[in-house]
């Protein structure tokens, strides 16, 4: 299977910050036990990672990572195990998937094509996955991680940060996205790059998030340091030093004024920053103990200006069978006047091999050495929002 994950994103080795008592209400999964959106099969997407929930007046708009196997008519987000002939999966494009739905993220609408393409020979012409999109004015900015080239070589799992726009011409984000020629304009070079010299903590860049304020415009991502930052991933030798959060500040015209560095929180990773009831609130994945992010969970800190941070607080505890209980991570959030709905990467692990995909069966990705099978898919969950109780909080420096 073609893995998605980049492999700096699994066992990082980095101590895991402290936690403390909650600062939501407990989160409590809806649907009960079951992924909002499913993978594997025909009719789902063929995997389902890293959501982004952009929220506005007509619902749920997700973009999520998957793989669109190729097709004499296309790309296709979706595998049918029954007919492989219809489309190539071992031959797949990794990119950005949409997906819509008007009953708060229940129920959904899917896209037939990605959203964005890779380039052909650029930073970004590996793949494009975790996205992070916002809007200014009539413009839909969409904003990713990018593994590709340096140069004319292939420098392999090694990350910057891409931005592509849509100007929707007074069209509804729906409406843009439902039409299957309509896609984002890539910017050809990187929006955030790598930095490579020895000793940084963002010889990779990733996982991108973006906070539009008064006062800026401000994008937080994951940082990697590197022991050789200039080799790809796999090279001989090869460690991942540091991993933590870092932000850049933008001008209106984005381009970049500032940015970390050092990282502002150690340990956090696969993030989103949002901002609400007064207060930059990070939702990140905790450290993984396991192969393939098995044990990751998911946490929640708090900041009044956006660069200090209180201790991390766990959002989910406790896994559910079939749903993830090999793992999560990559949480999302939609801020409601009354509740906070999270979504994330939910892992299910079955005790066979993925490979190869019986006729009835549902293609996942194989860990263990081949011999379990973990499922991608997006799951659910819906706390009370807790505005008082955060507002009377005062993070630790």
């Known amino acids: 299977m073609l893995s998605l994950a980049a492999c700096t994103r699994s066992n990082f080795g980095s101590t895991a910050p402290p936690f403390v008592s909650r600062t939501f209400p407990e989160f409590a999964r809806q649907p009960d036990g079951a992924p909002t959106i499913s993978s594997g099969r025909a009719g789902w997407p063929a995997v389902a990672f890293d959501p982004d929930i952009y929220v506005d007046d007509e619902g749920y708009h997700l973009f999520y990572t998957t793989l669109f196997c190729r097709a004499a008519y296309g790309y296709s987000y979706s595998w049918d195990p029954a007919n492989p002939g219809r489309c190539n999966i071992m031959n797949a494009v990794g990119s950005i998937a949409y997906a819509f739905s008007n009953d708060q993220g229940l129920t959904w609408r899917y896209r037939e094509t990605p959203v964005v393409l890779p380039s052909d020979s650029g930073f970004d012409s590996a793949k494009i996955e975790t996205a992070f999109v916002f809007r200014l004015g009539d413009t839909l900015y969409l904003s990713y991680s990018a593994d590709g080239n340096r140069g004319s070589q292939k420098f392999t799992s090694r990350y910057q940060i891409g931005l592509a726009t849509l100007v929707l011409g007074g069209r509804s984000v729906r409406a843009a996205m439902m039409d299957d020629s309509t896609r984002f304009q890539r910017r050809p070079t990187p929006w955030l790059t790598y930095d490579l010299r020895a000793g940084r903590f963002d010889n990779n860049v990733q996982e991108p998030s973006v906070v539009v304020r008064p006062d800026g415009i401000f994008l937080y991502y994951v940082g990697l340091g590197l022991l050789l930052p200039e080799q790809p991933v796999e090279a001989p030798g090869q460690q991942i030093t540091s991993v933590g959060l870092g932000r850049a500040e933008f001008d209106p015209d984005l381009n970049v004024i500032s940015r970390s560095a050092s990282t502002l929180l150690e340990g956090a990773n696969i993030t989103e920053v949002r901002y609400f009831d007064g207060a930059y609130h ?56 009354d509740r906070v709905a999270l979504f994330y990467t939910a892992y299910a692990a079955e005790q066979r091999a993925c490979f190869p995909v019986p006729t009835d069966g549902r293609f996942g990705h194989p860990v263990a050495k081949g011999t379990q099978c973990v499922f991608p898919t997006v799951a659910r969950a819906v706390a009370a929002r807790p505005m008082v109780l955060l507002r009377g909080q005062v993070p630790n420096r």
Do not use: I, N, Q, Y
């Not at 009044?304 to 959030?333: F, N």
């Open 282 to 337: 990070l939702f990140a994945t905790t450290p993984s103990p396991g192969e393939f992010h098995r044990g990751a969970r998911l946490s929640h800190s708090r900041s009044p200006d956006g660069v200090h941070w209180s201790p991390s607080t766990l959002l989910l505890e406790e896994t559910v069978p079939g749903l993830d209980d090999w793992g999560m991570m990559a949480p999302t959030v939609a801020v409601e006047k």
